[in-house]
């Protein structure tokens, strides 16, 4: 029997309403997006992660009698619609400039997969594929299984040096040339100098005198200085726990390393770290400016018709393009602020300019002026949920209104603060266009942080992974060359932004556990 008043459950007073098609809209959007997430992050692993695996190199006949070596890629439909034909990877760009080739498979009269065939990693004209002939060490040459045993203990022995000579030119050899230039050099400083300079020659010398014979798919040799290959590996011979060694071992140095062959190989570590260090600074600066904005605005100011027109301005600046806050950036930080700071303190630098050029701290700024809006909306926010006899307690119970909003306002905002720095944070860091004007660079071996005093120097340029994506993808002379490491960094890129917010977001809910305000009903 249904009792009048009652739900079907028996509960009284409301009924049981249907969400409409609209819940189920809302809901279907949600999976959508997360599943082009989820796309765009198994797209950006394959591609980018892929590039660090050691492929099988083919040796291919070709009906002319021809051989090819390389690397097979992506199969396509020949234009007249017979048949099919595949890209390879052939390399070896100083014999004849170009490294890829199309070949259609009725063209291929035998591919094998010959265990000798070598792919080197050289520090000039990219990658070497085919077979290494002998080694040429003072007076022996060796041929053979024990010229590839040699090269292999010889390599580790020159890479060694290399790294020691690295590190002595960046750590010792530079930053004494920089002071001796900074004050009157003494002798006592010139003498360390040459010994230094000597060490670094001497440490050349040692990477010298080690040549290679080469032979390359058509038969042709030529011979290559050790102390210009980086890595070498036979793929075809390696088994799988070597390839899994080997693709480890590539991406490590991918990320430890810095960019080469205009930015086209090598590492990115460089833009990691002008990536990371930017956004916390960014994150330092427009973290108090933006909190005092949102507490004026919330909580000082007369609630006007002159405090609503602040606050639609500074929503309306969360919608100014960005390369707009880069030319501001530009023409009042650069120009402005840093040709003046020049002017007082650099005269003697001039016109070199010291602080009057894009720099790390004219890029953090900028990105903090851009972020701005961000902050204040989301800590405006924030205030204005917290309940409004959580204040009239505290004034109750004696508090002054500083004290009401430092111990009680603020504690229980503070979640909201955090979910703006974490808006900030995620869009500062994918920003590409102003920093091409305030302080990004293409290439900046020396980070902006070192041993070094003043130890942080804010006025140098430095590498960021955005850019370096930019300009790998478009500004490299082999675009097809750069895109597996333009996948791979574009994947590094929203793993750093994923750890920063996710840093972001567990200090949010630790406050909120211990600050949270109540739900304001």
Do not use: C
């Amino acid at each position: 029997m249904k009792i009048p008043g009652h739900t079907a459950v028996g509960m009284p007073g409301k009924r049981r309403t249907r969400e409409g098609p609209w819940a189920w809209l809302a809901a279907a959007s949600v999976a959508l997006s997360l599943i082009m997430l989820g796309a765009l992050l198994v797209l950006l692993s394959v591609k980018g992660l892929a590039n660090f695996w050691p492929a099988t190199v083919h040796q291919l006949t070709l009906k002319s009698g021809e051989m090819v070596i390389g690397v097979p890629l992506e199969t396509r439909e020949l234009p007249s619609g017979q048949g099919l034909e595949r890209r390879y990877l052939t390399a070896n760009r100083d014999d004849g400039g170009g490294i890829w080739r199309w070949l259609a498979n009725d063209q291929i009269t035998e591919d094998t997969t010959p265990e000798d065939l070598v792919v080197l990693e050289r520090r000039h004209w990219g990658t070497f594929l085919g077979r290494l002939v002998a080694l040429q060490s003072g007076d022996q040459r060796l041929t053979g299984p024990d010229a590839w045993t040699v090269l292999e203990s010889r390599l580790e022995e020159i890479n060694a040096l290399r790294d020691e000579r690295r590190r002595l030119t960046h750590d010792e050899i530079l930053p004494l040339i920089r002071s001796m230039e900074d004050q009157d050099g003494h002798r006592s400083e010139d003498r360390r100098l040459a010994d230094l300079q000597r060490r670094a020659s001497e440490l050349q010398q040692r990477m010298q005198g080690d040549l290679v014979v080469l032979e390359n798919g058509q038969g042709r040799r030529q011979e290559q200085a050790l102390a210009e290959i980086l890595e070498a590996w036979r793929p075809n011979a390696m088994a799988w726990h070597e390839k899994l060694g080997h693709w480890v071992r590539e991406l490590w140095q991918f990320l430890s390393q810095g960019p080469r062959d205009a930015n086209t190989a090598g590492g990115v570590w460089p833009a990691i770290f002008g990536t990371i260090l930017m956004v916390l600074l960014m994150s330092i600066l427009v973290t108090p400016f933006g909190v005092l904005a949102a507490v004026y605005l919330n909580e000082v100011a007369h609630q006007g018709r002159l405090t609503r027109l602040v606050r639609i301005g500074v929503r309306n600046l969360a919608g100014v393009p960005s390369i707009v806050y880069g030319v501001f950036g530009l023409g009042v930080f650069v120009y402005g602020i840093g040709g003046s700071i020049d002017r007082w303190f650099f005269e003697s630098t001039l016109p070199s300019p010291t602080f009057g050029t894009g720099g790390l701290l004219w890029a953090s700024l900028t990105l903090a002026l851009l972020t701005l809006p961000v902050v204040i909306v989301a800590t405006e926010e924030g205030l204005s949920r917290i309940p409004l006899h959580q204040r009239e307690g505290a004034l109750a119970l004696g508090a002054t209104r500083f004290e009401t909003l430092t111990r009680v306002v603020l504690p229980m905002a503070t979640p909201a603060m955090l979910t703006g720095l974490i808006l900030a944070v995620a869009r500062a860091a994918g920003e590409v266009a102003p920093l091409m004007l305030v302080g990004v660079a293409k290439l900046a071996p020396q980070v902006p942080l070192d041993g070094e005093f003043p130890f942080l120097h804010l006025e140098r340029k430095f590498m960021h992974l955005g850019y370096h994506i930019y300009d790998a993808a478009f500004h490299s002379s082999d675009v097809q060359a750069a895109m597996p490491l333009v996948y791979a960094t574009a994947l590094l890129l929203v793993t750093v932004i994923l750890v920063l917010n996710l840093t972001a977001i567990f200090m949010r809910h630790y406050l909120r556990k211990r600050h949270g305000a109540p739900v304001r009903r």
